[in-house]
């Protein structure tokens, strides 16, 4: 029995060398190294080639290396009998929270505005109790800057595919008061899980819905948002602009116009990055869990896509 790290693009190191520390004795494979695919019955993945996990016959659980799963689930061929975990933290929920509160502090008070002004000029900044924050996606991470939100005076809603309360916040859920939610939001914080029905969902359409001057927060997926529409509404002034910390292609291309847009703020993906070393035993006790034929922990419902 052995244990497979896959993450093409990330150093699979530091992974294997907090199971080897967590559990002394295991056999960890770091792809592509040489391994037998039948010795495998445990892996842990982040954006693994399409394909690849047909190839392991005793393929038991798929553990995802952090806290979305949507890079597992997307891809087809993963067998039906495999089990698919996730990462819980509470330290990426407070990673996350604190990176959404700064940037939503950065577009009210102008401040990366400024710094690229290179001029001695000031313009009025917002104050907190004139903005409605949206959150759309009220699961764990969204439930964590909602109420970092909060704690700061902002005023809070949020929108759910399914009915959620939340203390403070003003809730709504489901198609029906999506329009409603939406006309509220002066600043919209993209924190949906990536689904088939979540895709593109940040469109044209959509930003319709918004107020004039809405400002768009994208911490989810890439795959989340259309970026021409994107584009086209800034471009129109329906818009103030967006940060975005994910994208479509990762690393953003250097001919991509986002680049060339000062109203988009771009960062590479760093709203929350797990620490091996912090999530490893997680991974373990499921690990001792599948060996033992028990139920495991943080699995994931293949058909809701989280």
Not at 109 to 119: D, E, G, P, Q, Y
Not at 242 to 268: C, G, M, N
Request: proline share 7%; with cysteine.
């Amino acid at each position: 029995m052995s244990v497979l790290v896959i993450s093409p693009g990330r150093d699979p190191e530091p992974w294997v060398e907090a199971l080897k520390k967590e559990y002394p004795g295991i056999n960890v494979y770091a792809y592509p190294e040489e391994h037998d695919p039948e010795e495998i019955e445990y892996a842990i993945s982040w954006k693994h080639p399409r394909g690849i996990f047909k190839h392991y016959p005793n393929l038991k659980v798929i553990a995802s290396m952090g806290a979305g799963v949507d890079h597992i689930i997307c891809d087809p061929e993963i067998p039906k009998n495999v089990v698919i975990t996730r990462i819980i933290d509470d330290q990426l929920s407070v990673d996350i929270s604190d990176f959404v509160l700064a940037l939503v502090l950065d577009h009210i008070r102008n401040i990366s505005f400024h710094h690229n002004l290179h001029a001695w000029e000031s313009i009025q900044y917002k104050r907190i109790e004139e903005e409605q924050i949206g959150i759309m996606g009220l699961g764990i991470m969204g439930s964590a800057v909602a109420q970092s939100l909060l704690k700061n005076r902002f005023n809070v809603s949020g929108w759910s595919r399914t009915p959620k309360e939340l203390p403070g916040v003003n809730t709504f859920c489901g198609e029906k008061q999506l329009e409603k939610f939406l006309n509220k939001s002066t600043i919209l914080i993209c924190l949906l899980p990536l689904t088939p029905e979540t895709e593109n969902i940040l469109n044209k359409e959509f930003f319709k819905k918004l107020p004039k001057g809405a400002y768009i927060i994208n911490v989810a997926r890439g795959q989340h948002l259309v970026e021409h529409d994107l584009l086209e509404m800034i471009d129109k002034g329906h818009l103030s602009g967006a940060s975005l910390d994910v994208f479509r292609i990762e690393p953003l291309p250097q001919e991509h116009p986002f680049w060339d847009y000062p109203k988009i703020k771009i960062t590479p993906h760093i709203a929350s990055i797990t620490n091996p070393h912090k999530v490893v035993h997680q991974l373990i006790d499921n690990y001792r869990r599948m060996k033992e034929g028990t139920e495991l922990k943080n699995t994931i419902e293949r058909k809701l896509g989280y």
